[in-house]
Structure formats: structure tokens, C-alpha cells
């Protein structure tokens, strides 16, 4: 579904991404994980057809960037750590705008349909300056899932929400990856993508340098280590 | 670092000369005007430096739409060289036209259309200077730049042509259009005068873009070394 | 995912349309805050009794200053309008949303344009009855209408595109005008020309030179800014 290889990013002299090679299977959910400044948001951003690699080959949905990004546009769905929702606008508006933008057809069963997967449907009338941060986010998913994308990217979702709201989110993620989608989130904690993904990258310095299935994980006693060391 | 390329230093002796040449012809060679008196030997310098102003316009405005298309950083060195070297000529075209104005038309500034839009140009240019002050990223700093000066460029001229229009239709300048009838005038010494300043300035203007893309490609070899020290 | 949706080609919404959702969107947000249409109103009143005390705007001074006066106030309100408009999608990275979408990047240019353009003009409209009644001249004229609109519609047309541009470096907001004033000289120069001549009473073929000059401008900035638009959001 995702085939990288090679890729190359600059942003003028300084290089983030350093020949990165990164493939993912129809409806697997990968977790990038990797630390601050390895990347990973950058990476996202060239998968979302927002950002132009410098160099190599970025094919997504079966379609090549930058060339098709029209096409990949169409099939995919990206939530950010920022809402982009509308503030003056209520949710139901707000879906609404991005199912025009995305030519959603039957719109308005469509948005039922979304406000009640990310169990909103009650507050569809409310302005989304009401809105709690997770809240916003859960809006954010529905948002992204409102044309019914073949592939999902998540950027550090879990940004700013307490626990509550994180476990929330965790629900709605999962419904979303449920459907068949094929998902990419990044993270900067295992823990939390432990449970969801189905395998795990490391990005480090601009490459991948390691990939465990989720059987792997749960083999190994990384988890616990890595728990312990949050603790710690 | 690679040194100076041969051809770039005899250019830069050829455009001393041609300097030294231009001064000679514009200050004691050219006969002093009849009405205007020596003031009027300020019109040599005044034309050369206009004409490689708006070249350099001009060249900065193409190298702008060639990066669009091409997406070469030589472009934008090319872009900014031309930009930087139009606006200090600029800039003394409308110092030497103020000196010519004071004594012909008793005042250091008319709204001319020439003078008034070689003013809007230079003001473009430091919009266009504080513009790329405000981008980090090299790549969107030049793509940024190079549409501002294609803005620049086709807005100009429609400045120059809309005060043009306005002023035929209220002349109340007085002698706007003088400087074109004394060219007219101009007496065969006059002519050879006016002639090397414009081959002059174009020279030192060729040997002042160059020096300065070879001053940008030698900043970015510098931010590589720093960059790979820093690694 | 739903079946089928699995092999289809997935829609994509025409120019027309993705305009004018951003329209519609920009448009309601607009109506339930009144944030920047009050903001741009409020700043051309302020402006307009400035210039009454600076000017010292007696009749006779009034006659001929009018145009410029109020080209003035439109372009000081217009950039704060075209400011704010902006620095909305930029903020909260509601820019990333519209360019995410399989739309056209000139919709989102035209969209953004149009929306600044009803701004800008409704807060004209209000304007000229306020300024007709303070100054006790009639400006509610359809011929000076007619003028606002073209120069308004130059003006915005660069400014959309300006603004996208400063809401993306460091020194943003206070980028705008400094961008913005020295191209956009020849459409505010032709339609304070222009709107002179219409309140002097002048012939018709006195104003059509920068009738001309306006109609061109709107034409050749339009074309322009729709070209190169996508070199200023893409990345």
C-alpha cells in the first residue's frame, strides 16, 4: 500500500531524511517510533503529498509522488497534532465543508454516520471553540475518515490530551484501523502504540533502523523495560 | 576555494578602465551644454546607471520565472545578484537625478514618471530584501522571491505607464519631458560621451553580477563546511 | 472500509465547487464572529476621523481629497482583512487541511480571494453611507460603485496571494503591506484617479483611461496570481 525507497529529503543544505527505504502491507498499522528531530513528522508530511521528496521513489495507494498526488489526495485520510478544524464553525459545518472538499456523496448520512463513530453525534450543532482538546481530535478523526480513505497517517495524535481523552482516542483509533485501512502513526511512545499497531519502526537519523512485529514485541521483554523505564 | 577565474579579473581592470574613460568623457571631453551649463554633464552618469538599473529589473525578473520552472539555485543566485546590483544603481540614478533637478527645475525632486517609479522599484526591492530575511528554508525562500519579483515585474511598468498617462493628461510638471529633447540635441561629442557611459556601466554591471553569484555559491560551500563540522 | 468504495475511483470535486465551499465555509465562520469585517470597519471609521482632523476637511478641501481619502481607508482595511483571513488557515494548520483535499490549489486561491473580496466589500458599502453622511456628499453613486469594485478586486487578487506568502515567514503580519503597497501603486492609483473624476462630474472619456488601466490590472494580476500560486503553498 505505502512503497518508499530511497528517499531523500533536504531542506537546503541540512539533509533529515537519508535514503529511507519503508514498505507497508494493505491494512497493516504501522507505529514510527524514533525521537524528537529523527524525521518522522517530515517523513509523514512527504506521505501526505505535502511535502516534495528531494530525491528516491514515494508510491502510496498504488500511486507515485509527487507526480499523482491528486490521486493519493483522494484515498487518504491525515490527522495531525493540529485539529485542522475551524473554530467558528460547528462540528456538523466542519464535516461538512471537508465532504464538499473531498466530493463526498450523500453527505449527510456520511456525517451522521462519522459523528457517531467518534461519538460526537450529540454535540454535532456545538462550535467547535466549545470543544475539549480531545474533543477536537476525535472531530480531527472524523474529519479525516469522512471520504472513506484506503490509507490513514496519524501525527503524533496524542499530543496535549490527558488520560481520559487518550483512551478515548485509542477507541476511535481502533474502529478506524478496524475497517481495513492502512494505518501509519508516529509516536514517541512505545507504550502507547503497543497495543495498537501491528509493528513497530524505528526512525532514527533519517533511516529506519529497526522493525519488530507486534509477536516480536510481545516475545521480548522490551515492553516491560521500557515501561519500567518510563517509571524509573 | 577555487580563485578568481582569469576572464573575471580582466574584466574587472577592463570595467576600472572603462570607468576612468566614462568619468574623462562625461567631465572634459563632452562640450558644456549651452542652457543647462556643466550640471548637465551629470546626465552622462544619470542614463548609465538608469540603463543597468532596469537591466538588472529586468534580468532579475526572467531568472525569477527560469527558477520557477527549473527549480536551479543558480537561478536565485542569478535573481538576487540582479536584484542587489539593480538596486544600488537605482539608487544612485535617483541621487544623480536629484542633483540634475535642483538647478534645472529649482527642486531636489520631481513626481516624474521616471523618478517617481525608479523609487517604487527600489522600494519593491527592499520588500523583496526583507521577504527572503523571513524565510529560513533556502528552497521556499527562493521560490518565494522568485514570484515577488515576477509581482515587481509586471507591476512596474503598469506604474510607469499609469503616472505616464495621468501626468499627459494634467502636465503640471514643469519640464518632464526636457531630458528627452535634449537628447535629441545632442552634439556629435555628446553622443560618444553618452554612448561609452552606457557600454561602461553595462561592463561594470556584468563584472558586479558576477562577483556577486560567485559570493553566493562561495556563502553556501561555507554553510556546507560549517554543516559538516557540526556533524 | 465500506465495499464500495474499495475499486472506485474516489470523487474529485470540480474547481467550481471546492471554491465554492471555501467561500461558503469562510462566509458562515465570518457571520457568526463579525471578527474581522468588525475589526476592518471599525479601523476605516477611525481612519476616516483622522484624516477629518489632519486634512482639516472643509468643503472646499473635501472636493478634491474624497477619492484619496477613501482608497486610503479601503487599502489600510483591506490588509488587515487580508491578514487575518489568512493567518486563520495558518494558525491552527488549517492550510495543511485545504491542500490535503484532491481539489485544485487554485480553488483554494480563488476561494480565499473571493471571500476577502465580500469582506472587503461589504465593509466599503458600509463605509460610503457613513462618509455620504458625515461629509454630506453623495458617494452611494452606482458609476463609483462600479469603480470601487474593479480596484477592489485588483487589490485583493494580490493581496490573497501576498498574504499566503507572509503568513509563512517570521516577520508575518507586518510583512503584508510592505509586500503589497508598492505592486499594487497602479490599481489604487487608477481608481483614486477614476473615482475623482466620477465625483467632479467629469466626461465619461476622462475616466476611461484608468478605467482602462483597472480593467487591465484586474486581467493581468488574476492571470498572474493564478499561475504561480501553487509555487507559494506547496512545500
Known sequence: MIIVKKLIKRFGLKTILRGLDFSVRPGEFVALLGPNGAGKTTFLRILATLSR??????????????????????????????????????????????????????????ITEVLKMVGLENRRKDLVRTFSRGMQQ?????????????????????????????????DVLRSVAAEGRTVVMTSHDLARAADLA????????????????????????LLTFYKQALVD | MQPKPIALKILDVVSIFALAISTYLALFFAPTELVMGQVQRV????????????????????????????????????????????????????????????????????????????????????????????????????????????????????????????????????????????????????????????FAFTVIFIDLIWHRIRLGSLQDQVEQMKLHLSM | MTDKMQ???????????????????????ELRSFELVSAMLVFS??????????????????????????????AFAGTLGLNRSMSAEKDRGCMDGLLLAPVDRSAIYFGK???????????????????????????????????????????????????????????REVLLPILLFPVAIPVLLAAVKASNGILAGADFAEILTPLNILIVYDVVFIAVAFMVFDFVVEE
Do not use: C
Open chain 2, 43 to 198: 546626465f552622462y552618469f544619470h542614463i548609465g546607471t538608469a540603463w543597468v538599473g532596469m537591466l538588472g529589473f529586468v534580468i532579475a525578473a526572467l531568472s525569477g520565472v527560469a527558477y520557477l520552472v527549473t527549480k536551479d539555485m543558480r537561478w536565485d543566485r542569478f535573481e538576487v545578484a540582479a536584484v542587489e546590483v539593480s538596486t544600488m544603481f537605482f539608487f544612485l540614478t535617483i541621487v544623480l537625478g536629484s542633483i540634475w533637478a535642483r538647478p534645472a527645475w529649482n527642486t531636489w525632486w520631481t513626481w516624474d514618471p521616471r523618478l517617481t517609479t525608479a523609487a517604487v522599484t527600489e522600494l519593491i526591492y527592499i520588500a523583496y530584501f526583507m521577504l527572503r530575511q523571513g524565510i529560513d528554508d533556502p528552497e521556499k525562500r527562493a521560490r518565494f522571491g522568485a514570484v515577488y519579483t515576477l509581482l515587481g515585474g509586471v507591476s512596474a511598468p503598469i506604474t510607469f505607464m499609469v503616472i505616464r498617462l495621468f501626468r499627459t493628461i494634467h502636465p503640471v510638471i514643469v519640464g518632464a519631458a526636457n531630458a528627452n529633447q535634449e537628447k535629441m540635441s545632442m552634439t556629435g561629442d555628446m553622443k560618444i560621451a553618452f554612448f561609452f557611459a552606457l
Open chain 1, 53 to 110: 521528496p528531494s530525491l528516491g521513489q514515494v508510491q502510496v495507494a498504488g500511486y507515485f509522488l509527487p507526480q499523482q498526488a491528486a490521486q493519493v489526495r483522494a484515498r487518504l485520510g491525515v490527522v495531525s497534532h493540529q485539529p485542522l478544524l475551524y473554530p467558528d464553525l460547528t462540528a456538523e459545518e466542519n464535516l461538512q465543508f471537508y465532504a464538499q472538499m473531498y466530493g463526498v456523496a450523500n453527505q449527510r448520512s456520511r
Open chain 1, 138 to 170: 476525535r472531530l480531527a478523526i472524523g474529519r479525516a475518515v469522512i471520504h472513506d480513505p484506503e490509507v490513514m497517517l496519524f501525527d503524533e495524535p496524542y499530543t496535549g490530551l490527558d488520560q481520559d481523552a487518550s483512551e478515548m482516542l485509542d
Open chain 3, 45 to 74: 471609521l477611525l481612519v476616516i476621523i483622522i484624516f477629518n482632523f489632519a486634512l482639516e476637511l472643509d468643503v472646499k478641501v473635501r472636493q478634491s481629497v474624497t477619492a484619496g481619502v477613501l482608497w486610503t481607508t479601503f
Open chain 3, 113 to 171: 480571494a473571493i471571500s476577502n473580496l465580500a469582506f472587503m466589500l461589504l465593509v466599503e458599502v458600509i463605509v460610503l453611507p457613513i462618509y455620504s453622511v458625515l461629509y454630506n456628499v453623495n458617494l452611494f453613486r452606482w458609476d463609483l460603485i462600479g469603480i470601487i469594485l474593479l480596484g477592489s478586486i485588483g487589490y485583493v487578487a494580490v493581496g490573497t496571494l501576498l498574504s499566503a506568502m507572509s503568513v509563512q515567514t517570521r516577520t
Open chain 1, 198 to 221: 501491528t509493528r513497530f519502526d524505528i526512525l532514527s537519523r533519517g533511516v529506519i533502523l529497526a522493525s519488530i512485529t507486534q509477536a516480536e514485541l510481545q516475545n521480548s521483554n
Open chain 3, 7 to 29: 475499486n472506485s475511483n474516489p470523487p474529485h470535486p470540480s474547481l467550481f465547487k471546492a471554491t465554492f465551499a471555501i467561500v461558503k465555509k469562510d462566509l458562515s465562520a
